[in-house]
């Protein structure tokens, strides 16, 4: 009943001319979500839900994280989150940002070349495995292991969504709207995600503007996405906050919460604990193959 009532109050937040009492009550049940809760699930043993962002340099991460502090907070716009201001800047570590007690959002650095190793660092990420520490696209076992203490004492209770941010402007090196084989590039890497954390990425594509979306949206259909959402963020140079974008913001995160109680309850027999040593062993068992790979070179 309550998953039908959210489905409902998202499907008209989508698809209507945007009323107040809208954003007001989704603002509201996200301010009262805890984990499970929107499917009453209980004694499944999360705590936290992490919104794991990903995907290209400067396609728009920090700024969405911008966007949901700003919208979820009833907040004027700030770049809190350090969305890049010229084209040099932008940013090297996992920083995570309460929206919620029960909801955080992190942020990442900017997939760049697509290598085997950025794709076993953010296995670790969604993994569970990874600090907020920077973010090295460079393989290094120990990183895994020197961090496995603090995860296993302060979060393997919390339930990591995946989000990819890809940006609908052209000329990216990973082009949403542009040829199959690039495009190809990235099943991998949502593949991983959808494989380790049970849910398929949600994806935002950010800067339409006045462009034509429905191709980025086939293309990432076709990759196999369901859940796509498509907003100018709110910037330094578009910081005014409107109905229309305040909207698409939070039925962003409601989905996210959704799809988050999906995962939990394809987990909740699991038992959390153990399933984090599995995770953790199937990580450095990943790296240790890496590591030889890269000793015969
Ligand atoms: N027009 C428009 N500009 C955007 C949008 N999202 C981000 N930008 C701009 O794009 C630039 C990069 O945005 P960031 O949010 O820093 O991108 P990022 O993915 O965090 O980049 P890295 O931290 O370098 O990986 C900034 O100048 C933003 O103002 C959007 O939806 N529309
Ligand atoms: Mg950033």
Sequence with gaps: MKILFYHNLIQQAMQSPVTKDISGVLRDTLSSYKPGSTRNLQGHGFKRVCLQLFGPKGHGKSSLINSCLCVVHNLPFTNDAGAGTTAESFATARIEYKLTDTVYIVDNRGLNRLTKDERLELSAQFRNLRSTTPVDWEFELERTVNQLEDRWNNHCTDFIVPVFVHSVDFGSRINIAGTVNRNTEIVPFLRDAFEITGIFPIVVLTKIQAQNIDKAVNTVE??????IFSLDNYTTTNSVRNMETD???????????????????????????????????????????????????
């Design 222 to 227: 076709e990759l196999g996405s369901q859940h």
């Design 247 to 297: 909207s698409k913001v939070l039925s962003f995160l409601h989905m996210c919460l959704q799809e988050a109680d999906r995962g939990i309850y394809k987990k909740q027999h699991l038992n959390i604990q153990r399933e984090f040593i599995k995770q953790a062993v199937e990580q450095i068992k990943a790296e240790m193959k890496r590591q030889k790979e890269l000793q015969k070179k």
